[in-house]
């Protein structure tokens, strides 16, 4: 006897009649890109309809809420109906929804907590995505953080980032902008200081998990909260790094 079809590969963190949500791996596309003539793997299973928004499969249809970059982890959302999808779009889109993420700068410096103000501006060329600071503008792209840990030996700093906006590779080069480079970013980062990582700590990849998500639930009102672990390679990192507790 065959499985029943599934929407998703992902691990599934919450879902009910109105939402799912998925712990996405690092290297997995939110969604395909329309243009790829490659098979590309996607959170959800299915047609996507770039337009909608929507993926349709076997299983049904979900339509996704948000989006991570590819080499990010974490959690995911996706609602069960056009109805839940324009209300959770409209909770994003007033930026009602608390989105936390879990980072790893390379560099110190950084006081306990603090607020991230920039004026982003996002180029495509050449089938790639560029994101970089213009100086002197009104800000368009706002993000707290707090840091968590420091190791002085490693100059390595694990920040909790709250995003209050949602601008194309926000953290990464909000984070690089201020001399705190993520640990394996290899758009925004430093290759050399990268591979010396690689080696040391085993850190394979871009240090960025979105580690929580809170809103509203769209149908109960109710306050709801989704956690997703820091993945194991990623706490190897951490523990590899010998980071010790800031104090308060």
């Not at 690092?26 to 928004?53: M, T």
């Not at 600071?133 to 792209?141: F, S, W």
Request: hydrophobic fraction near 40%.
């Amino acid at each position: 006897m065959s499985a029943a079809p599934s929407i998703t590969r992902c691990e599934v963190l919450h879902e009910d009649r109105f939402l799912l949500v998925v712990n996405k791996p690092h290297g997995v596309l939110s969604h395909p890109n329309p243009k790829s003539v490659k098979p590309q793997s996607a959170a959800f299973e299915g047609r996507y309809d770039a337009d909608a928004r929507c993926f349709t499969g076997p299983a049904g249809k979900v339509w996704l809420i948000h989006r991570l970059d590819q080499d990010t982890s974490g959690v995911l959302l996706a609602a069960k109906d056009e109805k839940t999808a324009a209300a959770c779009r409209a909770e994003f889109d007033a930026e009602k929804v608390r989105k936390i993420y879990l980072a790893l700068g390379a560099g110190g410096g950084l006081k306990h907590e603090g607020v991230w103000l920039d004026h982003l501006v996002t180029t495509h060329e050449r089938h790639q995505v560029r994101t970089t600071v213009r100086h002197g503008l009104r800000p368009n792209a706002e993000a707290r953080y707090r840091l968590l840990e420091y190791s002085p030996a490693q100059r390595l700093s694990l920040v909790e980032i709250e995003l209050i906006t949602g601008r194309t590779h926000q953290i990464r080069v909000q984070a690089a902008s201020r001399r705190l480079p993520l640990v394996g970013d290899d758009v925004y980062g430093s290759f050399d200081l990268n591979k010396k990582l690689r080696q040391s700590l085993g850190a394979r990849r871009l240090f960025l998990h979105a580690s929580e998500l809170r809103l509203k639930h769209p149908a109960s009102g109710q306050p709801l909260t989704i956690k997703a672990p820091l993945p194991p390679d990623l706490t190897k990192v951490v523990e590899a790094a010998g980071l010790r507790p800031v104090a308060s």
